[in-house]
């Protein structure tokens, strides 16, 4: 049975992630760092191990794949976002979602592959970013640029492992219905505006993310490494179906 290990994966876009590889058959690691949550978790996924850790803790993570065993695959998908202009974002709420997002996916994926290539068998990693780190949103804070940070880290992953037979990609999501984009989604007038913006006409979800990162770590992409693919329903660049044009041009004159 291939494992699998997810971050993040007590709840929202890593909880989908962990849900269906157990049903690819996966033994799967549910890492976060709310116990009860984690445990509450895994109780409701089969082949699901609990294990608790601050992913940008190096000693905690390390102590989490021990306890796992061999790692098939690593998803990092751990992340935070603290909003604020910024102007006025207090240094520390930056410095944390730099430690998380960024700190802590290099972490994480750092002794997963150390295991990988003592092993000898590979691997494959696979890194959750963001549309926000292909295009900045605002008031998001360092979320952005830790997020194309990681796009950037899983290339320099692809590099180097690559000769190890470690394969590293990402998956930036784009408006999802789950995790920590709830507090938007939550006000209907905003769900609707996002909605209208999306050229598939619906949010993505969970599984939608999920999907993408099964494929990823399957021998179906056994060729594809250093991607940062956007499974976002075409936002990401749709921004010139939002200007306004001359009527006359619309209609070809």
């Known amino acids: 049975m291939r494992s699998m290990l997810v971050t993040g994966a007590a709840g929202g876009i890593g909880r989908a ?13 549910v890492l976060d760092l709310q116990a009860d949550a984690t445990r ?7 082949n699901a191990v609990p294990l608790v ?3 940008s803790d190096e000693a905690q993570v390390e102590a989490a794949l021990d306890a796992f065993g061999a790692c098939d695959v690593w998803v990092s998908n751990a992340g935070i976002v603290r909003f604020g202009p910024l102007a006025e974002l207090p240094l520390a709420e930056f410095r944390a979602a730099v430690d998380v997002n960024l700190v802590g996916t290099f972490v994480g994926a750092r002794a997963a ?6 092993r000898g068998h ?9 549309m926000n780190g292909v295009v900045a949103g605002p008031t998001s804070g360092a979320y952005a640029a830790t997020k194309a940070g990681v796009a950037l880290l899983t290339q320099q992953m692809a590099l180097e492992w690559g000769r190890f037979g470690i394969r590293a990609n990402s998956v ?4 999802i219905d789950a995790g920590m984009s709830a507090r938007i989604l939550a006000d209907p007038a905003v769900r609707r505006a996002r909605e209208e913006r999306i050229p598939l006409g619906r949010l993505g979800t969970g599984d939608d993310i999920a999907r993408a990162v099964l494929f990823l770590a399957s021998d179906e992409a056994s060729y594809v490494t250093g991607q940062n693919l956007l499974v976002d329903g075409g936002v990401t660049h749709s921004i010139i179906a939002h200007l306004p044009r001359p009527a006359h041009v619309e209609r070809g004159e």
């Open 53 to 55: 850790a601050n992913v």
């Open 172 to 175: 930036a999501p784009g408006l």
């Open 17 to 29: 992630i962990a849900e269906r590889a157990s049903a690819a058959g996966y033994r799967v690691g």
């Open 113 to 118: 592959a150390k295991r990988m290539i003592a």
């Open 40 to 46: 509450a978790a895994s109780a409701t996924i089969a």
């Open 122 to 130: 590979g691997g494959a990693i696979v890194n959750i970013t963001s």
